[in-house]
């Protein structure tokens, strides 16, 4: 996809090519500039409708602009939901079995080791035991409210329903997710990745309905989706076909499985791409663009799901690689 495509609600401040049209009625007519005040205008049904948007400089930035305001929004209605605990409440204790995990709406949570206080997360938006939980893994530490806080907490082993009733809370996990995983990878550079159902896809393109929610191509052997340090919008699903993994001209892995999930996390991350990937033979993927992904896991949680799990794992495993290699 085009980085000159966006969904209407991520659009503010920029101009249209085409006319916005609701039927036969021309809502806003091309050339004009998108405002807040005009976004309201627009009928709900067409909210997720793609637009042609007029290409400058600095257009990726704005996007992620406008993603980061309507996260803002969307996160007022998570606090409704949220639940106000009070100072000292223990959220989870170090060995517990249980499977629940936070995301910090106001306050702060210390987290203690041996009884030895290692951090303190007191960021807005912040997960808090999402690493045991959606891995079904006892807790490595200990969580407790320092100062009254509100928090909105979810069933680790109930992704699925977590991406359907709140799809935003999973973008936000896979996301932060990732942000580990990355700032780990300063450290050590791994490629790894993830499955999904070939059959979940198509039901998924066949409901959304909407070619520029993502697409189904195959590509000749030799075919390179994406370069190291481009940054781009699609993160993309082998269904068949062999890639390969480039990092700095030099070749660090082949990849055949198919349904393994590709570039999710330089996608999530709005981040210049880690490696090159060629096809290596002709291969059929999916490619789904990181601002359709709400839209799209509706139809699909799996992905989100599939996504959360893999970056886990991921996250645990490259900090196992990094011990190895520290000591």
């Known amino acids: 996809m085009h980085t000159n495509h966006i969904p209407?609600?991520?659009?503010?401040?920029?101009?249209?090519?085409?006319?916005?049209?609701?039927?036969k009625n021309i809502i806003v007519?091309?050339?004009?500039?998108?405002?807040?005040?005009?976004?309201?205008?627009?009928?709900?049904?067409?909210?997720?409708?793609?637009?042609?948007?007029?290409?400058?400089?600095?257009?990726n930035q704005?996007?992620?602009d406008n993603i980061a305001n309507y996260e803002k929004e969307a996160t007022k209605q998570v606090i409704k939901i949220g639940k106000q605990i009070p100072a000292g409440t223990v959220l989870f204790e170090a060995g517990e079995n249980?499977?629940?995990?936070?995301?910090?709406?106001?306050?702060?949570?210390?987290?203690?080791?041996?009884?030895?206080?290692?951090?303190?997360?007191?960021?807005?938006?912040?997960?808090?035991?999402?690493?045991?939980?959606?891995?079904?893994?006892?807790?490595?530490?200990?969580?407790?409210?320092k100062t009254d806080c509100m928090v909105h907490s979810f069933?680790?082993?109930?992704?699925?329903?977590?991406?359907?009733?709140?799809?935003?809370?999973?973008?936000?996990?896979?996301?932060?997710?990732?942000?580990?995983?990355?700032?780990?990878?300063?450290?050590?550079?791994?490629?790894?990745?993830?499955?999904?159902?070939?059959?979940?896809?198509?039901?998924?393109?066949?409901k959304t309905n909407d070619s520029q929610s993502g697409m189904t191509k195959t590509y000749p052997a030799g075919k390179t989706l994406f370069?190291?340090?481009e940054t781009s919008l699609d993160l993309y699903i082998l269904l068949d076909g062999k890639l390969n993994i480039e990092v700095d001209g030099r070749h660090v892995a082949s990849l055949g499985e198919r349904g393994s999930i590709i570039g999710e996390m330089s996608s999530l991350l709005s981040q210049p791409r880690s490696a090159t990937v060629r096809t290596e033979t002709a291969c059929t993927l999916a490619s789904i663009c990181?601002?359709?992904?709400?839209?799209?896991?509706?139809?699909?949680?799996?992905?989100?799901?599939?996504?959360?799990?893999?970056?886990?794992?991921?996250?645990a495993q490259t900090n196992t690689d990094y011990i190895r290699l520290v000591n």
């Open 155 to 206: 069933d680790g082993k109930s992704l699925i329903g977590q991406a359907k009733t709140q799809p935003l809370v999973m973008v936000r996990l896979c996301r932060n997710l990732a942000m580990k995983l990355h700032e780990i990878n300063q450290k050590i550079s791994e490629e790894s990745t993830s499955t999904v159902s070939e059959q979940d896809i198509t039901q998924a393109f066949d």
């Open 98 to 145: 249980t499977h629940t995990a936070f995301l910090l709406l106001n306050g702060e949570i210390e987290i203690k080791i041996n009884n030895r206080i290692i951090a303190t997360i007191n960021k807005e938006g912040s997960f808090i035991g999402e690493m045991a939980a959606i891995r079904s893994k006892p807790r490595s530490a200990t969580a407790i409210a």
């Open 290 to 315: 990181i601002t359709k992904l709400e839209q799209f896991t509706s139809f699909m949680p799996g992905l989100l799901e599939k996504i959360a799990i893999s970056l886990a794992e991921r996250i």
């Open 29 to 59: 007519p091309a050339g004009q500039k998108l405002t807040s005040e005009l976004l309201h205008q627009i009928p709900k049904l067409l909210q997720s409708n793609i637009i042609v948007v007029k290409p400058q400089l600095n257009l």
């Open 62 to 64: 704005i996007v992620k």
């Open 227 to 229: 370069k190291q340090g």
């Open 8 to 23: 209407i609600k991520f659009a503010t401040g920029l101009t249209i090519l085409r006319d916005i049209v609701d039927g």
